[in-house]
């Protein structure tokens, strides 16, 4: 009998251990001194796409200048992350930052448990079975489209009423990466904005393969050019298109919409808004968290989904970026502040109206419209994976 309650008492106290130390580990601790943090991006600065989440790496600096030392790591491509996440890890950093579109991270993770992986969402990973210490964030970009969208409309309203173009000439263009529910969301929302103002337009988007090639974006950018399309906006990483438009802006109207940084640098004459995801409140909040021995998600302010977030005009983690008064048709201003201040009250559905759409993947799979969808209502990576029929075309 003793001995059973010997057996008894060590087994309850070694639950009671397991317990506290898995909590203790989930919870972590205080950090002392200066944490390293590390950041693991698929380019360098010299790509919109990069020096914008740079700029959330800036402010980390200067909210903590005596509390993190940063680590970076530029031009990591997919297939080769595994190496620069490990070597992060190993190198100490409590938080790693990546906007490297790879699986790795997540496999990585598992293997450093005193690491913090946050990764911009990705869209192969499994919804189960992900390590504790990967989380995953992004911005609610679909709205940045739409208000960039409203801004394009509001230009080609002006072309058609001033009779500079036709009704049956209100084309906009799309470079995108490769055909994913990411691309497909965001040029949806761009077209939805425009077609708020200029019920006639239509689109086509053509792919790239990649996500950051300034020759082929440039390229794609001008075969839209050159198929007719008076706008064009993207989902890719250089300034291509919008050299290709500022090219282009001599002999026929065109005007470019931008996206992670301003273009107006770049092309004065035809840049007409860009939009981009700030990145700088999930970033400074996130290792806000791991110093203060803090789970992320309790933190981070946005909408939380276990271990993603997103957020959007409402939390300041979409933002407009330079309208071009000089080209911008009158009234431009007002109409994207009234659409802004809509998103932050949560009354603006983008996706909804008349249209049906329909999966190129899968054409027996179809969705009305007419319901509304809600973009990153469970997740931060966009779903909305459909082409609207007979006023998207898209173009491999």
């Known amino acids: 009998m003793k001995r059973y309650i010997l057996t008894a008492a060590a087994t ?37 796409y990069t020096y914008n989440f740079s700029l959330a790496q800036r402010a980390l600096e200067h909210e903590y200048p005596e509390r993190v030392e940063v ?22 950093c409590r938080v790693i930052f990546t906007n490297v579109d790879t699986k790795l991270a997540a496999q990585v993770a598992a293997e450093y448990p005193g690491t913090q992986f946050c990764q911009e969402s990705y ?62 969301s965001g040029y949806t929302a761009f077209l939805l904005g425009v077609r708020s103002v200029a019920p006639e337009a239509r689109m086509i988007v053509k792919y790239t393969g990649t996500g950051s090639n300034y020759s082929r974006e440039k390229a794609c950018a001008k075969s839209l050019i050159e198929q007719g399309c008076v ?4 989902n890719t990483h250089t300034i291509g298109p919008a050299v290709a438009c500022e090219d282009a802006a001599g002999s026929r109207p065109v005007y470019h919409v931008g996206y992670s940084q301003s273009m107006l640098d770049v092309a004065p004459a035809t840049s007409l808004i860009s939009t981009r995801i700030n990145w700088t409140p999930y970033v400074v909040q996130a290792v806000g968290a791991v110093l203060d021995g803090k789970r992320i998600e309790e933190r981070v ?20 970026l330079d309208l071009n008064q000089l080209i911008a048709a009158e009234g431009t201003q007002e109409k994207m502040d009234k659409a802004i201040e809509q998103f ?31 973009e990153n209502k469970d997740f931060s990576l966009p779903g909305f994976h459909y082409v609207l029929k007979d006023v998207i075309l898209e173009i491999e």
Not at 27 to 48: L, Q, R, W
Not at 231 to 234: F, K, Y
């Open 301 to 320: 302010d946005g909408d939380v989904h276990g271990r993603d977030v997103c957020a959007g005009f409402e939390k300041d983690w979409v933002e407009m």
């Open 12 to 48: 309850a106290l070694a639950v009671l251990l397991a317990f506290f130390t898995f909590h203790s580990i989930r919870a972590g601790k205080p950090v002392e001194g200066v944490m390293k943090v590390g950041f693991i991006y698929e380019n360098d600065e010299s790509t919109p």
């Open 123 to 184: 869209q192969d990973l499994p919804d189960t079975d992900l390590p504790e210490n990967y989380h995953t964030f992004n911005g609610k970009i679909y709205q940045g489209r739409y208000v960039s969208g409203i801004a394009a409309g509001m230009k080609l309203r002006q072309l058609i009423d001033d009779g500079a173009i036709g009704a049956d000439q209100a084309l906009v263009g799309f470079v995108g990466a490769t055909p994913s529910a990411e691309e497909r």
């Open 344 to 374: 932050k009250k949560g009354r603006l559905e983008v996706f909804r109206g008349d249209y049906l759409g329909v999966n190129p993947d899968d054409e027996g799979d179809t969705y009305d419209l007419n319901q509304g969808y809600a």
């Open 231 to 234: 706008v064009i906006a993207q």
């Open 71 to 92: 680590l970076v790591k530029s031009n990591v491509i997919s297939a080769e992350a595994e190496k620069p996440l490990r070597e992060m890890a190993q190198m100490g």
